[in-house]
């Protein structure tokens, strides 16, 4: 275990292999020809650490204490950077709700290196919110205490729950203002500022390929790809005609098990363009996320998308296609004709049909889906879920706990055991009730068909649908403690995070429904881009 950040050994080959911008400095300007741009983070006047993941600390060989010592603590904060360190920004496009945007690029974030902790490891380390960059257009660079929280404690949230993210290793303080206009009402008012550290193999973007695509900078395309492969997909072999298409089924391939991912723990992006899709399948680039209370495949947090709502839960694994055909279409030039890259982009359907269909087995307990008659029993869930306002999370673990010897019960018996997971549980009355009462008959009736027994089913049901996810509530209760200077509730919340499957007695205060204050208010069902 190293002691310091200064130990760790940098290898810092996105700079190294591709081209940058000859010009320096921090002013806001369109970069061409380049993937990046030399950038120094711009200092902070009272760096604190609030929060760290040790968990992080470890992936990149460092002891968590090395994490807490002054110096680091500087690096973290963008005060110090390393002479083993080459930061940079990158450069990338995207489209923004279904529209090009042209330029975008890191306009707050910045790489500080690339640490290679052992044989076959890198870790890009990114700081949100160290300051303007080129790509900072008309904001500021940095990022508020409110929206950092959020991505610190949702990126470790994400990989405990098992879906694939980028990871943070720290939170820490500025000491200096924001200003943020957080309603668009025209009421900006200061508030704290923030810096995430944040680790991936890499944040390449599908825009980082869009961008020069889109200026016919064909040979950028190129040598962006080839060091993406060469680097992060070895074993595709040499970049080739060929691997470029096998690569990008491969890219299908990891953007259909993030999204799985997503809908199995009830998670919604909120922002799904395709500046925030990572090249790797991680999820990236937390904004204003939502986890799913009531089940509603038509709810989306964010309040830019609330018209079209283009993001909604229950679209996303249709948007995550639309994004991918977009990336096709920029890597046409390297593979010198759209056929294999159509190709490749089946393997995206054929992916999310078979993980959702294992997906949904296990969530039930089942070893898998019987076509058409399974089929059938999913799709009758999803109307069950929809009659009253029903709580997915705690539903998937009320249901593991009902034993198949209730599969001739009566609809009292049968419901009992699901009582929590309702809003309102009077509320489902009538014709809904007996029709919620027959769909579990029929679920119990075919788990008992499988023939598992009752605590072996449990345990399998337990182990992918978590007790505990980051509600949109409890973040806004760490926030709002966090706005008073007290983190207690930001760290406690990264602990319960780090077990979400587990049942974790004395904390089950972090597994109840949303409270009906949370309904309406602000940051915890619906949220602003504002950060
Ligand atoms: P997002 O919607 O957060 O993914 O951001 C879209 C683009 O806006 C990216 O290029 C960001 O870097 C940039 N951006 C967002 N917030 C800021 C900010 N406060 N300062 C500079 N650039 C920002
Ligand atoms: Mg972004």
Redesign the pocket.
């Known amino acids: 275990m190293l002691r310091d950040l200064s130990e760790l050994t940098f290898d810092n080959s996105f700079v190294r292999e591709l081209p940058g911008d000859p010009i320096e400095g921090n002013h806001r300007r369109q970069v061409r020809g380049a993937s990046w741009s030399r950038v120094e983070p711009t200092p902070v006047s009272e760096p604190t650490l609030v929060a760290y993941s040790r968990e992080v600390a470890a992936m990149l060989g460092l002891d968590p204490e090395a994490i807490e010592r002054p110096e680091t603590v500087a690096t973290l904060a963008g005060n110090q950077v390393l002479p083993t360190m080459a930061p940079y920004a990158a450069c990338y496009g995207g489209h923004q709700f279904g529209n090009w945007a042209g330029q975008?690029?890191?306009?707050?974030?910045i790489t500080l290196a690339e640490a290679v902790p052992r044989e076959g490891a890198r870790f890009e380390l990114q700081l949100k919110g160290a300051g303007?960059t080129p790509?900072?257009?008309t904001?500021?660079?940095?990022?508020v205490l409110r929206s950092s929280v959020r991505e610190f404690l949702c990126s470790e949230a994400m990989h405990h729950l098992g879906v694939p993210t980028t990871r943070a290793l720290s939170l820490v303080t500025t000491g200096d203002a924001v200003v943020r206009d957080m309603f668009y009402d025209g009421r900006a008012a200061p508030e704290m500022g923030a810096i995430v550290c944040r680790v991936a193999p890499t944040f390449v973007r599908f825009g980082n390929f869009e961008l020069p695509a889109s200026r016919g900078e064909d040979a950028l395309t190129k040598q962006l790809a080839d060091w993406v492969i060469r680097t992060h997909f070895p074993e595709l072999g040499e970049p080739s005609p060929e691997v470029y298409a096998a690569w990008m089924a491969e890219i299908a391939r990891r953007t259909a098990a993030m999204v799985v991912g997503w809908m199995r723990v009830g998670f919604v992006h909120g922002?799904m363009?395709t500046?925030?899709m990572s090249i790797l399948g991680l999820t990236i680039?937390y904004?204003p996320y939502g986890w799913i209370d009531d089940y509603d495949p038509d709810w989306t947090p964010n309040t830019t998308d609330a018209n079209g709502r283009r993001y909604r839960y229950g679209h996303q694994p249709r948007i995550a296609f639309w994004n991918l055909i977009r990336l096709a279409n920029a890597l046409v030039p390297l593979v010198g004709e759209p056929a294999p890259l159509e190709e490749a982009l089946d393997a995206y359907p054929a992916a999310v049909e078979r993980g959702q269909r294992e997906m949904f087995a296990a969530k039930l307990g089942l070893e898998a889906l019987r076509p058409d008659e399974d089929d059938a029993l999913v799709e009758e869930l999803f109307a069950v879920l929809r009659l009253v306002e029903t709580d997915m999370t705690i539903f998937y673990r009320r249901l593991a706990t009902l034993p198949t010897s209730l599969r001739e019960g009566a609809d009292e018996a049968v419901l009992e055991g699901l009582r929590d997971a309702y809003y309102a549980p009077d509320a489902l009355a009538g014709a809904d009730r007996a029709r919620a009462a027959a769909w579990v008959r029929r679920y119990l009736a075919r788990a008992h068909e499988d023939g598992l027994p009752d605590a072996d089913r449990r345990a399998r049901m337990d182990a992918v649908n978590p007790k505990y996810v980051l509600r949109n509530y409890l973040a806004q209760l760490a926030i709002d403690d966090a706005e008073k200077g007290d983190f207690a509730l930001v760290r406690e919340l990264l602990d319960v995070m780090r077990d979400p499957y587990g049942e974790q007695p004395g904390r089950e205060r972090f597994a109840e429904k949303r409270p009906e204050w949370a309904r309406h208010r602000a940051g915890c069902s619906m949220l602003s881009?504002s950060?």
């Open positions: 975008l690029g890191d306009g707050r974030a303007p790509y900072s257009r904001a500021d660079g940095r990022a922002v363009n500046d925030n680039d904004g881009c950060s």
